[in-house]
């Protein structure tokens, strides 16, 4: 049997209650002979590698916060928007967005 090929690299899963092995790879689950070790996965299942995938372009403003610190904001090709700050981070939202927004004008 050929090995199977999987997008996530594979791990083993031991159900010793059941007295089963399991190859593991995303959302693919195959049953391998009990006790098999991670050395012998390749013969039961493959990880065919990453592939690159393009990062999205963003546009970014360094912003200067109340206390002095600079701040990136972006906003990516998707229309989401972001910031480093601490409020960005607990809330999702922040003054520095909401400046950017007002005097962002596209091409």
Do not use: D
């Not at 904001?73 to 950017?100: D, M, Q």
Request: hydrophobic residues 30%; glycine residues 10%.
């Amino acid at each position: 049997m050929e090995p199977l090929v999987v997008n996530v690299p594979p791990s083993i899963v031991p159900m010793p209650w059941r007295n089963k092995t399991y190859a593991v790879g995303g959302g693919t689950w195959l049953e391998v002979p009990h006790g098999t070790t991670l050395a012998e996965l390749p013969q039961y299942m493959i990880f065919k590698g990453y592939t690159a995938v393009p990062e999205a372009s963003t546009s970014s403003w360094s912003v200067e916060g109340s206390k002095g610190k600079v701040y990136v904001v972006k906003l990516s090709n998707e229309g989401g928007w972001s910031c480093t700050c601490p409020g960005y981070a607990f809330r999702r939202r922040c003054k520095h967005i909401e400046n950017t927004r007002e005097n962002y004008k596209p091409a």
